[in-house]
């Protein structure tokens, strides 16, 4: 099963094939406990995010490395995040990495987008509860074809 | 209390119950190991049951590659997953069915039948442009250097259940 994420096998498959692999995919995933009403539907944002991430993944494989997440508080200061966001793509921009693209369902992110050291990929999730697996399967690999698209678009230039 | 009714001495009960209990403690000690001495005899039959029913009928199946996803548990060691699996399925010109792995040779894209506007009738990749005959041969000349794997099949009350793919040499 070919893989392309930052474990040990995949960073093997990644150093001898570095030409082909010019896309990185950094996934911004917020985090918080302090507001109870919106636990639930910001943990299922989360859970669909990550889910989308490992299709888009699978799709890509040949030329894209899947980051790990970037995690923060939901609350927290984007100006800071922001700094703290540059180091991680100065330190990835060591390696020959063209195509940068950070993936988040965060709203927030849209509004402070020309100042990331990247390309958003905003991602707003529809999902309920109500929905069965097979039903989330299907809408989340229609948004993988869709964003597919769109990471190839950029490809082409 | 006459030795009649108690044919039993203290040594003799003392003597039976730990013995009993002594074995019950080495039945414990040896009986996982026995069984993971003959734990792969008893996993041989699973072996058979690799096909999964991607809920595909026969008749639905044409010549134009159609793709289909479906869903396998999978045990990695400890670690139990849900993996889900793509193929695209079509009739042959002899009527077989085909089912390829959409895996791409080069470097584990997912390709996908005329996936380019440019390339009619071929899986294309859309990483690094790899380009595979309808038959799944690759494309001299584009990046990968074998053609896609292919599954195993079979049909059963109508219904296409796909095995395991299975890689093939260089074109």
């Not at chain 1, 927030?108 to 309920?128: H, S």
């Not at chain 2, 003959?38 to 809920?55: K, R």
């Amino acid at each position: 099963m070919y893989t392309m994420k930052w474990v040990k096998h995949d960073l093997q498959h990644y150093v001898q094939e570095k030409e082909y692999i010019d896309t990185i995919i950094i996934p911004l995933l917020p985090f918080q406990l302090s507001n109870e009403s919106n636990l639930e539907k910001d943990a299922l944002q989360n859970e669909l995010l990550s889910v989308f991430n490992r299709e888009l993944e699978k799709e890509l494989t040949g030329r894209v490395l899947l980051a790990p997440d970037y995690h923060y508080l939901a609350s927290a200061d984007k100006q800071v995040e922001l700094e703290r966001l540059d180091t991680w793509v100065n330190d990835i921009q060591t390696q020959p990495f063209p195509f940068v693209f950070f993936i988040t369902s965060d709203a927030e992110w849209k509004k402070i987008e020309q100042k990331l050291g990247g390309n958003l990929l905003w991602l707003p999730f529809i999902a309920t509860e109500s929905m069965k697996p097979s039903e989330v399967q299907s809408a989340v690999r229609t948004q993988v074809k869709e964003v597919t698209g769109l990471i190839r678009s950029y490809w082409k230039g | 209390m006459s030795e009649d009714k108690q044919p039993v001495s203290r040594r003799q009960f003392l003597n039976y119950t730990l013995t009993g209990v002594g074995g019950f403690m080495a039945a414990g000690i040896m009986i996982s190991p026995l069984r993971m001495a003959i734990d792969p005899v008893l996993q041989q039959g699973e072996g058979e049951s690799d096909f999964t029913n991607v809920q595909l009928a026969e008749g639905d199946i044409t010549n134009e590659p159609q793709r289909v996803d479906w869903e396998v548990e999978q045990v990695d060691g400890w670690y139990e997953s849900t993996v889900s699996k793509t193929a695209w399925v079509y009739k042959d010109d002899n009527g077989d069915i085909v089912a390829l792995s959409p895996i791409c040779t080069h470097l584990g894209c997912v390709v996908s039948w005329e996936g380019s506007e440019d390339h009619p009738e071929r899986f294309y990749c859309p990483c690094h442009d790899g380009l595979y005959y309808k038959d799944g041969v690759n494309v001299e000349g584009t990046p990968p250097t074998a053609p896609l794997p292919v599954y195993e099949h079979k049909i059963e009350n109508g219904m296409l259940f796909l095995g395991k793919s299975q890689p093939r040499g260089e074109a």
